[in-house]
């Protein structure tokens, strides 16, 4: 799920009209200055030490002088690596984005200017990305956005949830991404599976949520990975103590039985 800079910066408007992009630079770039005014960008901007437009393009007065023949910093024809270096040369720090050159996203070799647009020409957003959060995830997660269409589904296209909620598009320690250990993220929501149960159903302690359910979206009722229960209890448990006809439908759901599957506190059989 894509790159983010979570990080709400509290700006007083006067701030942003009193930062100054360099004469030099506004002569040309009238647009561009006009923009990044909106943005916490902006606190780069207008003397006192700071790095103005220089902070991301580098120096080189021979490029206002010849018109913009010679080139400045436009990170245009570097790769990813180089793009990511130069953004993390200020974002590396807490609370932006100390892991992201270890993430998935970074090596699968995605850099920060796929999602955000430092400039703010296309986005809205305080965090500078450039469409919605799920919408920007979906354009590489093409995958996803298809299971998240089926019958049962996280509630994500109805907006009840976004894929932040669950994954860490910076980069986490955790396989995918993932805000929280094992199945820390799922019990977030659903903490009345989490227990501690008197009876634990081992499966859920030793092996986690995504033995028997999906994360995104399936067709099977409760996300599960089998369209019949029966069938997805039956590859732990072959062998039942008592003789069921499993022709029949009563049969064909364990859970109408053992309807506390996660775990009880009443019953070794998950009865109640």
Known sequence: MIAWILV???IAPGALLA??????CESCHPFEQEQIAATAH???????????CQGCHGENPEHGISDGKTPIFAFKGLTSREINERCLACHAEKPAVPGFQRSEHAQGGLNCLQCHHPHLYKSKSAILITAQPVELCQSCHVEVKAQFRLDEHHRVPEGALTCMDCHEPHGSMNQHQLKGAGDSVCFKCHMEKRGPFLFEHAVVRAEGCMTCHVPHGSANRHLLKQQEVRLLCLSCHPVHPQFINQATTRFQDCTRCHVK????????RFFE
Not at 19 to 24: I, N, W
Not at 42 to 52: E, K, M, N, S, V
């Open 8 to 10: 709400l910066v509290v």
């Open 19 to 24: 930062a100054e992009v360099p004469a030099a």
């Open 42 to 52: 902006a606190r780069l901007l207008g003397g006192d030490g700071r790095p103005g």
């Open 261 to 268: 599957i996660h775990g009880s506190n009443f019953s070794p």
